[in-house]
């Protein structure tokens, strides 16, 4: 009798523990209140997300489940100072961390497929380990505001979009992405920043400012724009890219830049911007640029403007420098109302010519449509002469 009740009790007892088990791998959301709660979670697999508690301190060490069907959560944690995981292979949600300010130990030995990663606010976070396949599947990656130097460990080929900004310290990045379907922009890092992409082929768009190398040797095709804006790179290369189809090619304020070169560029559906790379003394890096679908705005300090293939722009074309350009503005002077069907200026020693918009002083080397120096001021004298007298026979009318 005693043997039976003995045996009762233990089924009991592990069909409460089953229980237990099914109701936490099942729960909506599983909340890790302490470290000894996350070394021992009993399941393979986390049907919902993963949140650690807000108060817990120290470190946590997240041992059994293999995969996060939601999201992991680490927001407002400002005591962890370490977070691990030798078992977590995936998480299909968003891995979230903001605001964890003393985490300094991130270590996951087996993750490799990541839904997206949102990292914002990690002061102390000055490395990661992911194992030595690293990330290799992410949709989306935000990291902002951290103390990370490099970004190795995260190896992914294919990604929605990538936003890195705000980290200080970051000197270098680099993987084996090979195309990106949304945007990837990066700016506001460590001014020593290094950019390697050996393998990106494509981009939807490309965005980046503040680097101090961009390495892009495989680069063919942008579907909208590539901006490049206030980089201190002296050189910059994308020997491989034939046509940004639908947006901008913009290099603006980039001060250090001797040499651009785009040599297989042959067209690009919006602008061409090349404005404020004040060391930059020639623009005669696209031989081969047929087709601009939007205006061309070329200001700065060069001394010659080459495009040779250059047979449809759209829009507007607007060439200024600060020295003298004269030679090539009289190429460009054919083209006005042919291949260049906007609105025309191309003016040689023109000191404002680095600012946005501006036309006034220098010579016009071609043709600037609205008119300069006397003859727009006796338009402007013709104008007020009838205005005033308008205005006269106005008030007689209104006297009679």
Same mark, same amino acid.
């Given at each position: 009798?005693?043997?039976?009740?003995?045996?009762?009790?233990?089924?009991?007892?592990?069909?409460?523990?089953?229980?237990?088990?099914?109701?936490?791998?099942?729960?909506?959301?599983?909340?890790?209140?302490?470290?000894?709660?996350?070394?021992?979670?009993?399941?393979?697999?986390?049907?919902?997300?993963?949140?650690?508690?807000?108060?817990?301190?120290?470190?946590?060490?997240?041992?059994?489940?293999?995969?996060?069907?939601?999201?992991?959560?680490?927001?407002?944690?400002?005591?962890?100072?370490?977070?691990?995981?030798?078992?977590? =292979?995936?998480?299909?949600?968003?891995?979230?961390?903001?605001?964890?300010?003393?985490?300094?130990?991130?270590?996951?030995?087996?993750?490799?497929?990541?839904?997206?990663?949102?990292?914002?606010?990690?002061?102390?976070?000055?490395?990661?380990?992911?194992?030595?396949?690293?990330?290799?599947?992410?949709?989306?990656?935000?990291?902002?505001?951290?103390?990370?130097?490099?970004?190795?460990?995260?190896?992914?080929?294919?990604?929605?979009?990538?936003?890195?900004?705000?980290?200080?310290?970051?000197?270098?990045?680099?993987?084996?992405?090979?195309?990106?379907?949304?945007?990837?922009?990066?700016?506001?890092?460590?001014?020593?920043?290094?950019?390697?992409?050996?393998?990106?082929?494509?981009?939807?768009?490309?965005?980046?400012?503040?680097?101090?190398?961009?390495?892009?040797?495989?680069?063919?095709?942008?579907?909208?724009?590539?901006?490049?804006?206030?980089?201190?790179?002296?050189?910059?290369?994308?020997?491989?890219?034939?046509?940004?189809?639908?947006?901008?090619?913009?290099?603006?304020?980039?001060?250090?830049?001797?040499?651009?070169?785009?040599?297989?560029?042959?067209?690009?559906?919006?602008?061409?911007?090349?404005?404020?790379?004040?060391?930059?003394?020639?623009?005669?890096?696209?031989?081969?640029?047929?087709?601009?679908?939007?205006?061309?705005?070329?200001?700065?300090?060069?001394?010659?403007?080459?495009?040779? =293939?250059?047979?449809?722009?759209?829009?507007?074309?607007?060439?200024?420098?600060?020295?003298?350009?004269?030679?090539?503005?009289?190429?460009?002077?054919?083209?006005?109302?042919?291949?260049?069907?906007?609105?025309?200026?191309?003016?040689?020693?023109?000191?404002?010519?680095?600012?946005?918009?501006?036309?006034?002083?220098?010579?016009?080397?071609?043709?600037?449509?609205?008119?300069?120096?006397?003859? =727009?001021?006796?338009?402007?004298?013709?104008?007020? =002469?009838?205005?005033?007298?308008?205005?006269?026979?106005?008030?007689?009318?209104?006297?009679?």
């Amino acid at each position: 009798m005693q043997s039976k009740l003995t045996l009762a009790l233990a089924a009991l007892g592990a069909g409460l523990v089953s229980a237990q088990s099914n109701n936490i791998c099942s729960s909506a959301t599983l909340t890790i209140t302490s470290a000894a709660m996350a070394t021992n979670i009993p399941c393979g697999t986390i049907q919902g997300s993963v949140k650690i508690a807000e108060d817990i301190t120290n470190a946590v060490d997240i041992n059994g489940p293999r995969t996060i069907k939601g999201d992991l959560i680490v927001t407002n944690v400002t005591q962890l100072v370490g977070l691990t995981s030798s078992s977590l =292979a995936t998480i299909e949600g968003t891995f979230k961390m903001q605001g964890v300010t003393l985490l300094s130990d991130l270590r996951f030995s087996q993750l490799a497929t990541v839904g997206s990663i949102n990292w914002v606010t990690l002061p102390a976070l000055g490395s990661i380990e992911f194992g030595t396949a690293g990330v290799t599947k992410v949709n989306s990656i935000l990291i902002s505001d951290t103390f990370l130097r490099s970004l190795d460990g995260l190896n992914v080929a294919s990604v929605d979009d990538i936003h890195i900004n705000n980290n200080r310290q970051l000197v270098s990045y680099s993987n084996q992405l090979a195309n990106v379907t949304k945007t990837i922009e990066i700016n506001s890092n460590g001014p020593d920043l290094s950019i390697t992409l050996p393998n990106l082929i494509w981009a939807n768009e490309i965005i980046i400012a503040d680097a101090a190398e961009v390495k892009m040797p495989s680069l063919a095709t942008v579907n909208s724009s590539i901006k490049f804006d206030k980089n201190t790179f002296t050189s910059f290369t994308a020997p491989n890219l034939t046509q940004c189809t639908d947006g901008d090619v913009s290099f603006i304020n980039n001060v250090e830049l001797t040499n651009l070169s785009l040599p297989l560029l042959k067209k690009t559906g919006g602008g061409l911007t090349i404005q404020n790379n004040t060391l930059l003394q020639k623009i005669d890096g696209l031989p081969k640029l047929e087709q601009v679908g939007g205006a061309v705005l070329l200001r700065g300090n060069f001394s010659e403007v080459s495009l040779p =293939a250059l047979d449809d722009v759209k829009g507007a074309f607007d060439t200024q420098s600060t020295g003298d350009i004269d030679t090539s503005c009289d190429t460009f002077n054919k083209m006005e109302g042919k291949q260049i069907q906007g609105e025309y200026t191309c003016r040689s020693n023109n000191t404002r010519a680095n600012e946005e918009g501006s036309s006034s002083g220098g010579n016009a080397g071609g043709t600037q449509n609205g008119g300069s120096g006397e003859g =727009a001021a006796g338009i402007v004298s013709v104008n007020t =002469a009838v205005l005033s007298v308008a205005l006269l026979g106005g008030l007689a009318q209104l006297l009679l």
